[in-house]
T-cell receptor
Framework: GAVVSQHPSWVICKSGTSVKIECRSLDFQATTMFWYRQFPKQSLMLMATSNEGSKATYEQGVEKDKFLINHASLTLSTLTVTSAHPEDSSFYIC????????????FGSGTRLTVV | AQTVTQSQPEMSVQEAETVTLSCTYDTSESDYYLFWYKQPPSRQMILVIRQEAYKQQNATENRFSVNFQKAAKSFSLKISDSQLGDAAMYFCAYRVNTGTASKLTFGTGTRLQVTL
């Protein structure tokens, strides 16, 4: 089945540094990827939609300059949290739509980011 | 804007019994898809079942079935013969069926406990 590999699964970084999260589609081409943020015991909140070869579309309230998204190829999308602060600590999940048919979406395993 | 509401923050069911999780949504669209996703403690999102709005027949997947009431905008999930492995967060999700607006909107989730 369609698999999205997300790395790292967890990361601890110091305030002010940047962290990059990668999502790779292993056995299919993901023209569109979605990035979500999930706080403890809460739902998934869409941050942005990335399309291969074009600029990402950010949801209202999401800082474009803080959460940099790059989707340079059909199999790789990255989310970089720049100048991270403790309030950026969260669980980040990527997702890709499976082909043209509406079979749903496949999700990465998530990245737990802790900023200290 | 589309919204998805899950009115049950937590539910509990005994092993081998049946439980129904509720979901309502608000939309002005007529062509859309509905999904139930499971998020176990590993936090990996797993597709449980999906329903196309144009189909009158309720979707079923083994022990999982839905009761789709389009006029009432209701989409409940029934889990039969509950198993310990069913314990997880369950999210109802909606997606309008247009090419570019393919993002998922999630409900707030229902935590399901399965007891012996």
């Amino acid at each position: 089945g369609a698999v999205v590999s997300q790395h790292p699964s967890w990361v601890i970084c110091k305030s002010g540094t940047s962290v990059k999260i990668e999502c790779r589609s292993l056995d299919f081409q993901a023209t569109t990827m979605f990035w979500y943020r999930q706080f403890p015991k809460q739902s998934l909140m869409l941050m942005a939609t990335s399309n291969e070869g074009s600029k990402a579309t950010y949801e209202q309230g999401v800082e474009k300059d803080k959460f940099l998204i790059n989707h340079a190829s059909l199999t790789l999308s990255t989310l970089t949290v720049t100048s991270a602060h403790p309030e950026d600590s969260s669980f980040y999940i990527c997702s890709a739509r499976i082909g043209r048919a509406n079979y749903g979406y496949t999700f990465g395993s998530g990245t737990r980011l802790t900023v200290v | 804007a589309q919204t998805v509401t899950q009115s049950q923050p937590e539910m509990s069911v005994q092993e081998a019994e049946t439980v129904t999780l509720s979901c309502t949504y608000d939309t002005s669209e007529s062509d859309y898809y509905l999904f139930w996703y499971k998020q176990p403690p590993s936090r990996q999102m797993i597709l449980v079942i999906r329903q196309e709005a144009y189909k009158q027949q309720n979707a079923t997947e083994n022990r999982f079935s839905v009761n789709f009431q389009k006029a009432a905008k209701s989409f409940s999930l029934k889990i039969s013969d509950s198993q310990l492995g069913d314990a997880a967060m369950y999210f109802c999700a909606y997606r309008v069926n247009t090419g570019t607006a393919s993002k998922l909107t999630f409900g707030t989730g229902t935590r399901l406990q399965v007891t012996l």
